[in-house]
């Protein structure tokens, strides 16, 4: 028998605040309603917008692109890392708990968006190359943020 790993570190179950099942599979079926699975999903696969060459998330965007083109002399990496930068913490705005003051899980969390991220993108544009980064204190993020932007 050969065992292929989640990329969640299953021994992180140990550290959770209030583990509901005896794996990580288990402790989400247990957690998570039809409507967490759905939601996930889009962060994990989120909506992408191709706005002047330049791809966004589009929760990120606010309809800026003029004013970015300016302020970054069209630099088309430069204005993607500015607005696909967010910081990994607001990713739990109303759902902030312990969990985000254990590193172990923090990390994993961190290279599960990632992880997703990169499968996203390049699923959706195989013949474009892109970067996500998890980056501490980037564009003025408090803590770890994640930013994607296309190579050149």
């Not at 079926?29 to 759905?38: A, M, R």
């Not at 302020?71 to 708990?97: C, G, M, P």
């Not at 991220?117 to 996500?132: G, H, Q, T």
């Amino acid at each position: 028998m050969k065992i292929y790993e989640s990329i969640a570190n299953e021994n992180l179950l140990k550290e959770f605040a209030n583990p509901m099942g005896k794996t990580m599979m288990n402790h989400a079926f247990n957690t998570c309603g039809i409507e967490n699975y759905l939601s996930i999903a889009t962060v994990l696969s989120p909506k992408i917008l191709e706005v002047n060459g330049c791809y966004f998330i589009s929760e990120f965007y606010n309809g800026n692109i003029e004013s970015l083109e300016q302020e970054y002399n069209f630099d088309r990496q430069k204005i993607e890392k500015h607005v696909n930068s967010w910081s990994l913490t607001d990713f739990f705005l109303l759902a902030r708990d312990s969990s985000l003051d254990n590193d172990g899980i923090y990390f994993n969390f961190c290279k599960i968006i990632k992880y997703f991220w990169e499968l996203w993108f390049k699923e959706l544009f195989p013949e474009l190359k892109f970067n996500i980064e998890i980056i501490e204190n980037f564009m003025g993020e408090s803590d770890m943020a994640i930013t994607v932007y296309q190579l050149t």
